[in-house]
């Protein structure tokens, strides 16, 4: 069973408040998309690579990629697509590509572009589990206390160990979450693993990492920085 990764990278990054966007800005000696896909690249369980990105960013893109290509598995790389106004369009737009190739993927990895930290060991996990789930999602606990707080009102959360902050690469069956996708109605989604629950797949979880975060705000590229020394 192959496996195929996209890299979900269309998203225009209000919340970084930069000129550049935030998958293009760099993380150490090189740009966070980069960073990215090298986690998926060399490795062998990987069959191919699709980046999604905004089609305004076109010369960024290329201007990033070309660094990549003295790498052998270069050629894993697909030519990117262009997403949609939202996560869940621009990942049915990376689905439909893949689901063009003529040897598209049993399994599929969903990941965040602005995830450039995810470790081998994480990805390897949802891969293997794919053999048994339809669906994998990498979460962690919460550490700290947790109130809802609504119009002044407080309430605790004291049963915190039911609930996990989800990460990607999630993993998925990847004839099951295209047909999801297509049939979404909503044109919506949290995340894919959401259109899972709702279609019924078989799920489960893998334990995710703190050091896997999300690069949003221009604080969380100063952790990443730290991070990677």
Known sequence: MNSSVIIVAAGKGKRFKEKIPKQYVDLGYESIINLTIKKFLNMKEIKYILPVINKKHIKFYNKNIKKLNASESFKKILPPCFGGNERCLSVR????????LKDNPSKVLIHDGARPLVSKKIIKKVINKLENFDAVLP?????????????DQFNLLTNRTSYFRAQTPQGFKFNKIFKA???????????????AKKNNFKITKVLGSEFNIKITKPE???IAERYLK
Do not use: P, R
């Open 139 to 151: 979460c962690i606990n919460f550490n700290d206390t947790i109130w809802k707080i609504e119009k």
């Open 220 to 222: 969380d590229l100063q």
């Open 181 to 195: 996708h297509l049939n979404n109605d909503e044109k919506w989604a949290y995340d894919d693993i959401y259109l």
């Open 93 to 100: 737009k990376g689905l439909e590509t893949i689901s063009k």
